[in-house]
């Protein structure tokens, strides 16, 4: 990416704060980065069209929304930073267990995925997963384990469709081996799938609703 844009994308980050929104006018984002206001409406204009941001005008003031792009960018760059820095790092996320559709059983079940599950995650998982919505507190440690390159999961083609790649992560919940699985061209969302070789609701007890945590190990 270009290192002009990578620098407002963070210039604007850094102004919008958790919330994600900046309200700031080309030329205060040209005094932060020392380029003309010219400058600056250009890149703005080249960020909304790669759609790093967005913009809207509220009571004549320009308002920045970044971006689920944008975000993933950022973070990208932290793990390069823990990797070349080589600091493994320890996560933990809480959150609620939701009610899946079912349709984990059918993508898990294919043997595509499951093939690959043996040879790279050596084991077999349980045909389905375990939905946990995260809560909000833990949206920045969800966003970095997103981010990473993690265990891939190649994609591949059968009779009937075109499956995409997965991403998996190790993982345990009380004590139990499990996987973090993220379909690796997917939108943000602030639900996990889990895999194990274990029917873990089962082997855990659980039901929709009830709070669980999930610790997440990186190795860079």
């Known amino acids: ?78 793990n390069e930073l823990y990797s070349i820095l080589k600091i493994n790092q320890s996560f933990e996320m809480e959150g609620t267990v939701q009610n899946g559709l079912g349709e984990g059983k059918y993508y898990i079940s294919k043997k595509g995925y499951m093939d690959q599950f043996k040879e790279k995650l050596k084991m077999e998982p349980f045909p389905g997963t375990l939905n946990i919505k995260i809560n909000p507190e833990y949206e920045n440690i969800l966003r970095q384990v997103r981010g990473a390159d993690g265990i891939i999961i190649s994609g591949f083609k059968d009779r009937e469709r075109t499956f995409g790649g997965v991403k998996c992560f190790n993982a345990h919940i009380d004590g139990i081996k499990c996987y973090l699985i993220f379909p690796e061209r997917s939108v943000y969302t602030d639900i996990i799938e889990v895999i194990s070789d274990k029917y873990l609701r089962q082997a855990l007890s659980l039901k929709d609703g009830d709070i669980i945590k999930v610790n997440v190990d990186f190795e860079f």
């Open 1 to 78: 990416m270009n290192e002009t844009l990578y620098s407002a994308i963070k210039e604007l980050k850094n102004l919008a704060g958790s919330k994600n929104i900046a309200y700031i006018s080309s030329s205060e984002l040209a005094r932060k980065m020392g380029v003309s206001q010219q400058t600056a409406s250009r890149i703005i204009l080249e960020l909304i069209k790669e759609k790093y941001i967005d913009r809207t005008i509220e009571n004549r003031r320009q308002k920045i929304m970044i971006q689920e792009k944008a975000l993933d960018l950022l973070y990208r760059e932290l």
